[in-house]
DNA sequence: TGTGAAGCTTCCCATCATGGGAAGGTCAAG
DNA sequence: CTTGACCTTCCCATGATGGGAAGCTTCACA
């Protein structure tokens, strides 16, 4: 199998694939004689397993953990739930970040008219009690 | 007033200022004899609006947008609330993606005993059914 | 007046994960 | 033999930020 067979069955792109054994993920593939990596089935499974680690928004960092534990045979579970607990609470931390955001933003554009005048509660927020700058570029030929 | 005033004076790092005049986002600023950047109170409150707008989670492209619609006096605030509200879908849709990860994984998490035998549910569903691949690296010296 | 520390300048590099694209080798089908 | 679809490596770009070096200036203090 050819690194765009792999890649299709595998849902990494070609780049990606390369990429991953270019920093040590997965192991440098053997070539044929025309220096065409070579995949079999075991490899395809590596690279499905770190699309799927990836689609949960594992790093590749985690995801080299986590692999690592799949190989070894003598792992604790509670290692992996480790990492994945872990990841839960980063991901826990940057919704909450997020949904304040979303927050503030819906109180401003709320309370925004959305209309053809200027007034604008979204911008008096961003600025705080600053007026508004003269204007930086793009000057409209000054009289 | 210098770039490490302005720096402290408006929260943003001497570094970022530098790159928001290097990208445009900024306009250059005037320098004293000894090639100091100068500032003034203006220019923290430009920083200052910039600083927010980052702090909701508003790009520098769209922050710069922002600050052009805050200089125009003759702005249409329906302008300014597009922006904003297509931040809000945005954020929200990236909100969606994490909690259906954190979803998922706390169900998996939920599934693994913890403890210290190697069966574990998490790797099973990153590795679907494929079986554990042999050792990848750190070969632990053969027999 | 000297000196050292702190602050400024520019320039280059690193992050993280991914894609784009060029230049060139290879292979299979027509 | 040509054409097109592969493959290879190499370099560059993203977005926003930080780190750090090398070389200025400026200021405070002895």
Chains 1, 2 share one sequence.
């Not at 304040?100 to 925004?112: F, I, N, S, Y």
Request: aromatic share 4%; charged share 30%.
């Amino acid at each position: 199998m050819n690194i765009g067979q792999a890649s299709e069955a595998s849902g990494v792109s070609a780049k990606m694939i390369r990429y991953y054994e270019e920093i040590g993920l997965i192991r440098p593939m053997g070539r044929t004689g025309n220096n065409y990596r070579v995949y079999g089935e075991e490899e395809v499974h590596v690279l499905r397993f770190i699309k799927r680690a990836r689609n949960l928004g594992f790093s590749l960092e985690e995801t080299e953990t986590l692999l690592k534990l799949w190989q070894d045979q003598s792992r604790e579970s509670a290692a992996v739930k480790d990492v994945a607990t872990a990841h839960i609470a980063d991901l826990e931390r940057r919704i909450a970040e997020m949904q304040g955001m979303v927050k503030t933003l819906k109180h401003l554009a709320h309370c925004c008219g959305g209309d053809q005048r200027p007034n604008c509660p979204i911008l008096d927020d961003l600025a705080g009690d600053a007026p508004a700058p003269t204007p930086r570029k793009k000057a409209k030929q000054p009289a």
